[in-house]
């Protein structure tokens, strides 16, 4: 069983900067995979970025949509898991999911949500122009 946690939605600007935080009861990344996702109204859900560790080096993976502004990274002190998002662009409005697989295969399809059988409740990202 894994618990998440999402905060540090908000409304914003364009070009403004926001830092979600995932807190976790258990990293799966170590084993398995942990991503953000994403979810605006009338959408499907979209994956953001990734995480995993292969034999201790963590690998990230990003959208294109957000590659060179978002950055996601762990604080293992904290068990919390940081989506830093910078030069925010209306396109970005939506929900925000934390989300977690503790399944090794999960690193195949790292942008499928049917990977992830674990879901934070999220939190809203409005960003205006």
């Known amino acids: 069983q894994v618990q998440l946690v999402e905060s540090g939605g908000g409304s914003v600007q364009s070009g403004g900067s926001l830092r979600l935080s995932c807190e976790a009861s258990?990293?799966?990344?170590?084993?398995?995979?942990m991503a953000w996702f994403r979810q605006a109204p009338g959408k499907e859900r979209e994956g953001v970025a990734t995480i995993y560790d292969s034999w201790g080096n963590l690998i990230t993976t990003y959208a294109d949509s957000v590659k060179g502004r978002f950055t996601f990274s762990p604080d293992k002190d904290k068990n919390t898991l940081y989506l830093q998002m910078n030069n925010l662009k209306p396109e970005d409005t939506a929900i925000y999911y934390c989300a977690a697989s503790s399944l090794l295969s999960c690193r195949s399809r790292l942008m499928t949500k049917g990977n992830y059988n674990y879901w934070g409740q999220g939190t809203q990202v409005t960003v205006s122009s």
């Open positions: 258990r990293y799966t990344y170590v084993n398995g995979c």
